[in-house]
């Protein structure tokens, strides 16, 4: 049996959801190859060595460069913050090991180019974690546009929110700081929204954008106030290539609202809605069908998707079973493991993440010029 020895960097909340999926990808899939936990890496040792401790890995450091030199290791799982991401994918590539990696790929637009020039960027298997992707019924959506099943997009309306910021008690944390962060809430959940439309709908054309910063300081959880510059909330107007049109919302100032993603998209021939609070089924219109008063079948079908994974042997949980979010973050790893494994290219790829990364950039562009901005 082929084996991958995996090393993640970082070990918080998005380091132990890839570890979650690591341990658990086995039971999930039973693959036809081995999965170690090869080494962990933390900014603290102390974080380290509790996660080698708790989870099974070879050996913990505090010294990432110790995983990039080690030649044992093929794969590298990048958790940490978004100011980190170029250094490391840069050392990754040097290296020659596939990378895993966090959305946004990078903090700044002037490391878009030091990745996409890098000469070892095609050939190790990479993918950015965009894992909404990889719910069933977003991946039936996919089906169902390219059956053509929709006829011509027409247009769309998404948000990606959650309420966690509406309270002007609520303290800064690093995502509140350009030099960690680099970007705010279009950064960090912009991006899912973002992807999703480009992953169903195709490449953007243009954008219009307002951002907002409701409150001029924050606690900064240390006593003091923390002075905002980064958004949180950004409102766009996008049209795609393909002549849609559509409205997007990347919002933590919802109140009320979790992690609320949505997306309905409106064709000639049909239309649906993609509802992540309710993972289990896709709404499928089928426009096509004739007006017939008391006997007619038009409206809005709920398919059953639940957990009903294409060339999964064994399936574990069963298809009828609901999903949850941390499904769709196994299904993402294991596709990009299996990928890597069979020495095969995954997607969405570090291209695909920097591809978004270039919308992300143009939405703040448009939202500082007043104007629409085409995407370059």
Avoid at 285 to 295: R, S
Avoid at 348 to 361: A, E, N
Wanted: charged share 25%; with cysteine; net charge neutral.
């Amino acid at each position: 049996m082929k084996e991958i020895r995996l090393g993640v960097l970082g070990t918080g909340f998005m380091g132990k959801t890839h570890i979650y999926g690591a341990k658990n990808i086995p039971l999930y899939y039973e693959p036809d190859f081995k999965i170690t936990l090869a080494a962990v890496c933390s900014g603290h040792i102390a974080n380290a060595e509790k996660a080698k401790d708790l989870y099974g890995f070879d050996y913990a450091t505090d010294d990432e460069n110790k995983l990039f030199a080690d030649k044992n290791i093929d794969a590298l799982c990048v958790c940490t913050p978004n100011a980190d991401h170029k250094r490391q994918i840069l050392k990754a590539l040097d290296a020659k090991k596939h990378i895993y990696c966090e959305k946004p790929v990078t903090a700044f637009p002037s490391e878009i180019g030091e990745i996409l020039k890098h000469k070892n960027l095609d050939k190790v298997t990479t993918q950015a974690v965009f894992h909404n992707r990889f719910f069933a019924n977003v991946i039936r959506a996919k089906q169902i546009i390219d059956e053509g099943r929709l006829g011509e997009i027409l247009s769309f309306r998404g948000h990606f929110e959650s309420g966690g910021l509406a309270d002007p008690l609520a303290p800064a944390v690093w995502r509140h700081t350009k030099e960690r962060s680099g970007g705010g809430v279009l950064y960090d959940v912009g991006s899912h929204i973002s992807d999703m439309v480009y992953f169903l709908l195709g490449e953007f054309e243009s954008v219009q954008a307002k951002t907002q910063i409701p409150y001029k300081t924050r606690p900064d959880g240390k006593g003091g106030a923390f002075t905002c510059e980064l958004d949180e909330a950004a409102y766009i107007i996008a049209t795609l290539k393909n002549g849609a049109h559509g409205l997007l919302e990347a919002s933590k100032l919802a109140t009320g609202a979790t992690t609320d993603m949505y997306l309905r998209i409106n064709g000639s021939k049909g239309g649906l809605i993609i509802d992540l609070m309710d993972p289990n089924f896709l709404y499928f219109y089928d426009n096509t069908l004739p007006n017939v008063p008391l006997g007619g079948m038009k409206g809005f079908t709920k398919i059953e998707c639940m957990q009903n994974y294409e060339n999964v042997v064994h399936p574990f949980p069963p298809s009828k079973h609901p999903t949850g979010w941390i499904r769709a973050h196994v299904h993402s790893l294991y596709c990009f493991l299996n990928a890597a494994v069979n020495g095969k290219q995954a997607t969405p790829s570090l291209r695909d993440g920097l591809y978004i990364q270039k919308v992300l950039d143009t939405v703040y562009e448009a939202a500082e010029s007043g104007k629409e901005v085409k995407i370059k």
